[in-house]
């Protein structure tokens, strides 16, 4: 491997860290030394890595092996020393502006999660402390803004895509701001960031000089995934619920773009919050789309939920072909049908106070080989359990696929055990067939795909 | 008593009320109806009197006896019904701007106040723990700015003075304002508002757009000094002595005007706090200043200070008689100073952490008679801990003249009982006289002033 | 006289002298030494007084003989010069920000005006000719701010008035503030600057961090009323007719407090406008005020107004007896109308275009002995001419009061003779022998006032 | 021909044409009926079709032979009624901002340019007089900003490009944006649309939110070369040397990219200006730059440099192949070099005043076959008068292939005869050679390339 470009740096924070009592800057040190420190500084090394391409979370930390960030006090604050640091963060020895903000948001958010969980303010144990905790994070992470209309739009799909999909994503982005409209994504490459560069372009011709490019992480996955350098605000939720849960709540409309195992996670988490019957009269646009070359796939998937989920699930979102302003048209024509609602029932703009997560989505699934095996999956299950027994299903297999745990307990057991009614089992196997003939399911070396499971009727 | 004119009204928060999560409305909403209720609506009731000239809190609580604020819960946030409340407040039916303002300020102040406590999270034991607790009253507040240059000049003195001092308090905030200083005050009528308008005039001169008057103040107050209503940031600290540490931390300087015993418990609680051996190299600029017809109040103050504290106590501050250009061109140049020190020590330009403050002063003091009886009054004290004890001395009188609770207690027993060295009595003695013969000490009924306390050498 | 203290310094400009091309330059610098170089050293000196009280123009001119303003050309723009300045403009050596703004107003609009009448790109002659002139002076003068809501009100009345007085129109100053009404004046003292104090002191309160104190003056007067400091936006017109010209159609509505024969002539001037049959139907709020103590001084001048324009004039305004919130509510009221107005006819909010000025009120008016005998005073005039006559008469009066060239008529040819129907003669004697007995004809030299008018019928 | 998609639009405008007199609006009336309405019709509807790609100005107007234009009076301002407009220019039936915007800009120039001639403020005659028209017409596009640094980069190249070169000039304005430098371009597509573009994502990342993306055209060319969308200041200089001047006095740098005929005459202008005697000692960067694949072609026109212009004019540039970062170091060096000299110079940053440039640069060359045949091309002359006149044989060169009555006059006459010496015509030949072989020379129809030119040695 070629060594690359390393050099050292100081900076100091703008924002919501320009404030500090001393004992606050006190914990901050302790952090550079204690629990938290690997964590923040695996956080770090993605963050300046932005922009970097192709890379995933183990490359770079084995790149930078002996990156070092040290937290400083001050009286006035604290300074952030880089030893190090990967050079392509710094323009003439200057870190970019960009990078800089999203590396004081990471200190903030973990340094605010750790400081609640330790004071014991959270309350973990009810579905309302969780919706409190994730409201917290956000308004700590200033991204909660009152008085702006709705206009935020979540885009999901996966972050290495064909390179005909990733330019569907920037025409998509650019129709959306040509509309007024923000961008919502998980922050990393590919469907993360094609629809925040097409926006930027069209922000510019419409003249809109402080549109939101929100990225939503965790920690699991920002090294794999690196923040995309037109990120404007970064926010690291703790996990995944957490961070699905800040997506359905902050975003004002999703669109689902192609993508593999993970994406179809996303897209069950959603129609299984959308199905369920406290949700049914809650306008919340979704768009399923992709380019022409992606055809096939929107079928298959949207033929997937017809299968399992039944028509039912099917109303709660547009299938779109091919057809970028479409999309935007639909989605900004949902957003109006939002806000009235929200004006009506005189709801929140920035968080979507009244959709109701059940706890069974809002708790981590732990994809062991027993868990896995017991996930009813039948057409006899309400609608929406049903889509949380599938989501884990795809959750288990994403895990099995490429983190860490999962793979070691694959190499352990063998494949996953997945059973079910043939009613859905067929078409699960269909989908999963589809998803590895079109490359869509990760492969950590490269090498040809092996099932990290089996689904039996 | 002509019964005043009274209205209803309902309004909605600006600021930092405006995202609020779920679960903290709710909180709010039980303030409304708990223990912290009498709290808020007398502070409510104060703020909506703000312009009113010379009442008293017992007055004003008395001419609106069916005075109610509701907080009424909405999903998006929080609105205050108010039901009887004083006319004044509002233009054509629309509250003044700066009444909302503070009226939600002081909800924020209280409400935070006694969540902090509530969570248990304040450590009032130790002095790091007070002043910790008062930084962060004053950070949630968004009193602390980071970037700002060091320009809030505390204005000290009399809620009650005579029309020449109050005139020429007003010369001196105009020529503070010419300089591009801020003010800050106590927040109540008299030399609390003086500074402010005559800095808001000349701050339109120098087309300073968003020149500073910041208000500290506390509940058992704020009801008897109503914010003027030129204060455009108010903060509401829990109790005398919290205060008195907001003043030296967020000021740069402190100018101290003819009042009467309270403004002498301040001057003496600063010069006790300027003379402890830790503070020698702070600098801090401290002007006492006065017309012309206060000349002999301001030689006489300025004698005690040296018959008991000495000349090291003098020479903490400078006396400059009818001059407001001299005294603000002095505070301009104590307060460069100041910057350059900080910037040398790399301290905090919004919050003075390196002054030493004596536990002895952050701990308030009760005055009991005992209390009172065992005070020691010598020279052969350590300075500040003779300070100390003299402003315990004066802030029981304050509460002796005018306090509920201090009434109370001289109606029972009598009046004090306060004794010490002859050296400190006997300037003390005369000090005191002077104040009655010149009607500084407060009247409750504006009979003839009958002391609260005996003094023996 | 006590010599004055005088400062040397130099300054440069901010706004629209900002970027100039070579050749403007050079203009400039030939100002400096042209024949326009009277008029601007004039205008400067009286700016850089502001703020100092009760002096006539010659006075100020007397004090600073030695006064001088020298136009330094720089690649980048401009620099001034200025020797033996009044010091009281400065602040430890640097030019207050407002008397700063003002010298380079006075600039720009001697230097346009001089450069647009040179360059004849001036139509004179055609009454809109003389509209358009009017328009791009203030145009020039960033006085017209399309995209803002109407709410410029002008204050006329006396420079010179009783304490009583000037305190009222700080109160009516101060509860237009409040409603959020911006202040139009001529200026200088009195009725010029109480209303501008007053709402500077309720912006503040409504937090209004933008009010506009618009100050429309000209040449011949400035220097006895030298523009006080609080107007942030200063206009020089060329003359009084461009100047009155100005006001009604930059303003949405006029209250007229007391004031001497000046103030007759602008209300004279007014009511001949308003009077005019075209103008019937146009909404412009008109409020005659004045304290208690101005009662009597009211009566007579609508009992005047009466008996000479009739009923139909007095329909024009409302007359409110020491009501500060009345007159507020009443011109907010008109103001309102005025808005639905403008929208509906589509005209502009920052320039009333609709308005009828005959060119009889555009044209100046000299007041030779000859002019001022021939004019004709008689109710069977038309309305508006009849005011336009009035107008006129009190207009030379003035000019016989206290300006230099009429003065010398004065002495040279003894008193005016105005010559007319009883029916109008009679009322006017009554009106003019009031205005002595209120000492509100301004006397030169401070001497018992000697009539520089005859009146017969 | 495909008939495209057409749209009818009514819009108002925002910026300078919001506060117009009343004469003001009915001179633009007249301008739509009048002899400048061809032009601005021209002009209008290049804008309105920004981003569509490739297409030439007859094309455009041919797709479109029904669209008109016509200006309304409003009271209030004007409108525009668009009839038979581009559908493209509009999203769900509302303008872009920035077409908006530029349309209204067109009108501003084209109204403003007629007004100063036919007022005839403009002196053509002299050197001097022409930079002051060029300075004005600026100003009044509010392109000149005082108090902005240098950061303005002009970039130069060609429109149509290979996608390997405009990827390399999205790159370059990557960079230059990355170290805060703004872009000004000919505001077409290629060379004149890369750099902003990468500007724009990288403007973003270093959050400045206001980046300048200037566009430089004339009426001749914007048809062809219609503005791209991200430029966010047009402005419309009334010809090709107006349009040249305006460049090399607005910005601090140029970076010539790769192009055919029209780039070497910007490239000869350029260098005819910096090696005249005067400018000697002015620091101006300049750098020649294109991907590895234009290596040769950069090879190619240094060489020819140095053949014709010798050294001298060498040394006025910098040659940097294939290396982003490297130029736009090379350039934010150079800037600051051209921002110390202006401030030692007190030069203005807006408008680079000390540049020396030739008569015979400002005056517009005719390219008649007497003139092109008259041309002296010998290495006798002075260096700047060389490069004139090599700019000349180019300029016709550019007429002879592009423009309409260039091509006319070839048809009638045949090709032009260029002669000169040896050592001047050979290098010539090769360089026009070498255009034609990599296809740089722009053919109208796009078949094979047929010289309008003979060369004589």
């Known amino acids: 491997m070629i060594p690359r470009p390393k050099t050292n740096a100081s900076v100091s924070p703008k924002g919501s860290l320009e404030t500090l009592s001393q004992r606050e800057v006190q914990q901050l040190r302790e952090t550079g030394s204690g629990s938290v420190y690997r964590l923040f500084r695996q956080c770090a090394l993605a963050i300046l890595n932005t922009g970097s391409h192709s890379d995933n979370a183990k490359t770079i930390l084995e790149a930078y092996p002996d990156f070092e960030v040290r937290i400083h006090q001050q009286d006035r604050g604290i300074r952030l020393e880089l030893l190090n640091a990967p050079a392509d963060a710094f323009v003439d020895g200057e870190m970019i502006a960009s990078t800089r903000e999203m590396l004081f948001s990471a200190l903030r ?58 330019k569907y994503t920037k025409k998509v982005g650019h129709e959306l701001g040509l509309r007024g409209l923000d961008i919502c994504t998980g922050c990393g490459p590919g469907v993360m960031k094609g629809p925040m560069k ?68 996303e897209f069950l988490y959603l129609l299984g919050i959308l199905t369920h019957p406290d949700n049914r009269d809650l306008p919340f646009p979704v768009v399923l789309t992709g380019p022409k070359s992606a055809g096939q796939y929107l079928q298959q998937l949207h033929a997937f939920i017809g299968a399992t989920l039944g028509e039912e699930a099917q109303r709660r979102y547009t299938m779109i072909l091919n057809d970028p302003s479409e999309v935007a048209r639909e989605m900004a024509k949902g957003i109006k049908a939002v806000t009235r609602f929200r004006r009506e029932h005189n709801d929140a703009f920035h968080f979507n106070w009244m959709m109701k997560i059940d706890e069974g989505f809002q708790r981590p699934f732990e994809p062991t080989h027993a868990n896995m095996a017991s996930l009813r999956l039948g057409r006899d299950l309400p609608l929406h359990e049903l889509a949380a027994n599938l989501r884990r299903a795809f959750s288990g297999i994403v895990a099995g696929n490429v983190k860490e745990n999962g793979i070691r307990l694959i190499e352990e057991h063998g494949p996953y055990e997945i059973a079910g009614d043939k009613a859905v089992m067929q078409p699960l196997d269909e989908l999963l067939r589809a998803f590895v003939s079109q490359h869509r399911m990760k492969l950590p070396g490269g090498s040809a795909y092996e099932p990290c499971y089996r689904l039996r009727a």
């Not at 994070?137 to 996966?158: D, F, I, Q, Y």
Request: charged share 25%; hydrophobic share 35%.
């Open 109 to 166: 958010d973990i340094v605010y999660t750790q400081s609640e969980l330790e004071n014991k303010r959270v309350d973990l144990d009810s579905s309302e402390g969780i919706t409190d905790y994730v409201f917290h994070l956000l308004r700590n992470a200033r991204t909660l803004r009152s008085g702006l209309e709705p206009k935020m739009v979540v885009c999901w799909g996966g972050h290495s895509i064909s390179t005909d999909e990733y």
């Open 198 to 265: 097409g926006a930027t372009i069209s922000h510019a011709k419409q003249r809109i000089h402080h549109g939101r490019y929100l990225g939503l992480t965790e920690p699991g996955i920002i090294a794999a995934e690196a923040p995309n350098p037109i990120v404007n605000e970064l926010v690291i939720l703790p996990d995944i619920e957490k961070r699905l849960e800040a997506f359905v709540r902050v975003g004002h409309g999703i669109i689902v773009f192609p993508g593999g195992a993970g994406t179809a996670e």
